[in-house]
């Protein structure tokens, strides 16, 4: 009888060892960044007609994507949204926007990169002003 249980003890403590989560190394741990550099438009900037919206996003390690918005900073509408979703480290961006303003107006420009699809995301924001 002493030999069973002696056997039955090992494999049930071999399958609980074997269920154990590995432990994750420091660099596991850390998330994944991702640096956003917008070109243009510059911060406080006019600009005259129609602009395009210039960058790069480069990460750490692959991305989601990103999303690019201009909004109406005098009503917070929504004049342009562009949205890429990728699985690579770093983006360019270059999206035209058309809008047809022809007096001074004040826009935000957001560009939000996906670092995960846990949610986890780096911004930018730039203030400038089309006519």
Request: proline share 2%; with cysteine.
């Amino acid at each position: 009888m002493k030999p069973v249980l002696i056997i039955l003890l090992a494999i049930s403590s071999f399958s609980i060892a074997a269920c154990k989560k590995k432990k994750k190394s420091g660099s596991e741990h850390e998330h994944a960044s991702a640096v956003i550099t917008i070109t243009s438009p510059a911060e406080n900037d006019t600009i005259q007609g129609n602009f395009v919206v210039t960058g790069t996003i480069a990460g750490t390690a692959d991305l989601h994507g990103y999303q690019v918005t201009v909004t109406n900073t005098l009503n917070d509408s929504i004049i342009y949204q562009h949205e890429l979703h990728d699985h690579v480290a770093d983006f360019t961006i270059n999206q035209s926007v058309n809008h047809g303003f022809t007096a001074y107006t004040p826009l935000k420009l957001v560009v939000l990169a996906a670092i995960d699809h846990d949610g986890n995301m780096e911004s930018k924001t730039v203030y400038f002003t089309v006519h």
